[in-house]
């Protein structure tokens, strides 16, 4: 958390998985077209508590704080979302499953 004594900051470099380039491209998107702002992705983040900064990576508290913020600006609802990842999960475990290659 911000402020806090964490230790040294590792400087290692990794590859990212294809799902957090994702992440990255969905916040440039749709920061790009006005959908949030950075105060209201830190707010966010924030309210997610001390408890995910231990239990989640960066790009999974950053997925959620960019889910929160479309689904309070009304892009979607908290059903749509549901019945669109239930329509995704019809398709298979994998995409090679989903689209029969």
């Known amino acids: 958390m ?3 004594q964490a230790g040294p900051v590792p400087m290692d ?12 491209a969905l916040m440039v998107i749709c920061s790009s077209k006005g959908l949030f702002t950075v105060d209201g ?5 924030e ?3 001390e408890d995910a900064f231990e239990k989640h990576t960066y790009y ?3 997925v959620a704080a ?14 749509e979302l549901g019945q669109r990842m239930d329509d ?3 398709r298979g475990p994998t995409y090679g499953e989903a689209t029969g290659g």
């Open 13 to 24: 470099q990794h590859d990212f998985a294809l799902w957090e380039k994702r992440v990255d």
């Open 2 to 4: 911000g402020g806090d």
């Open 60 to 62: 999974e508290r950053w």
């Open 41 to 45: 992705l830190r707010r966010a983040l």
């Open 66 to 79: 960019v889910n929160q913020n479309l689904i309070e600006g009304g892009v979607y609802t908290l059903e």
């Open 47 to 49: 309210d997610m508590g």
């Open 88 to 90: 995704i999960a019809k």
